[in-house]
């Protein structure tokens, strides 16, 4: 059903050919982990709440691939935290961007950023540079599902916080975020708001979970699970 609603939009101009490519080698580590949350994703997930409720701007980011995967729960996560929308693609036109914005609208964004680009992100030469100072290049904590590492590298060179969803645990975008989640988005996201919601307001427990969050151990951690799995099939 996934693979069909992506074909759609491709044919919508929503998704591009090449974003298929990336969403099959997505499924390829799904397939390594079973097809289920390991349990270092759910420390990344955790620890990806705790960032979104401690932060003084936080966005979600979103990209074609990510608004064909699960728009509704990108959406209830902005509504959850709350954090601001913003589109970003890397074959960027503005007919794309519109269809983008309006998808989203139509299901249930408001005030979704991106089309009218203000600031740039700098060391980025694609037009994925292109941000609102409102949005994307004020923020302090940016989720980035389906992302590409240039832009992520860029992003923690600003000195934000990157939350990171990426089945590939060996993409530079999860080398290189703040948070790497290697999962299924909308398992992720589903994970994330849960904690969103259990945490809230409870700062103590907020401050604990990012002090006490290692992203490297977390990655080689996921690793070994996906080694242990493969030898138990």
């Given at each position: 059903m996934v693979r069909e609603r992506l074909a759609e939009?491709?044919?919508?101009?929503?998704?591009?050919?090449?974003?298929?490519?990336?969403h099959g080698r997505g499924e390829a580590f799904d397939y390594l982990m079973g097809e289920r949350t390991l349990p270092p994703s759910l420390d990344a997930e955790r620890a990806a709440a705790a960032y979104l409720l401690r932060a003084r701007n936080p966005v979600v980011c979103v990209n074609g691939n990510a608004a064909g995967l699960?728009?509704?729960?990108?959406?209830?996560?902005?509504?959850?935290?709350?954090?601001?929308?913003e589109v970003n693609i890397f074959h960027r036109t503005e007919e794309r961007m519109?269809?983008?914005?309006?998808?989203?609208?139509?299901?249930?964004?408001?005030?979704?950023?991106g089309l009218e680009p203000d600031a740039r992100i700098p060391g980025l030469?694609?037009?994925r540079a292109?941000?609102?100072?409102?949005?994307?290049?004020?923020?302090?904590?940016?989720?980035?599902?389906?992302?590409?590492?240039?832009?992520?590298e860029a992003l923690v060179a600003m000195g934000k916080v990157v939350i990171s969803i990426d089945l590939n645990p060996l993409s530079r975008t999860s080398k290189k975020a703040t948070v790497s989640i290697s999962d299924e988005m909308t398992r992720a996201l589903e994970n994330i708001i849960r904690f969103v919601e259990e945490m809230r307001g409870d700062d103590a427990l907020i401050d604990s979970v990012i002090e006490g969050y290692d992203n490297g151990a977390m990655r080689r951690g996921l690793i070994d699970a996906i080694c242990e799995s493969l030898h138990r099939e």
């Open positions: 939009m491709v044919d919508q101009g929503l998704v591009t050919p090449t974003g298929l490519i990336s699960d728009a509704e729960h990108l959406l209830a996560l902005a509504d959850a935290v709350p954090a601001k929308v519109r269809k983008l914005v309006a998808y989203l609208e139509s299901a249930g964004g408001r005030d979704v950023l030469s694609s037009d292109l941000c609102t100072s409102e949005g994307i290049f004020d923020s302090d904590v940016i989720l980035v599902p389906i992302e590409d590492g240039d832009r992520a």
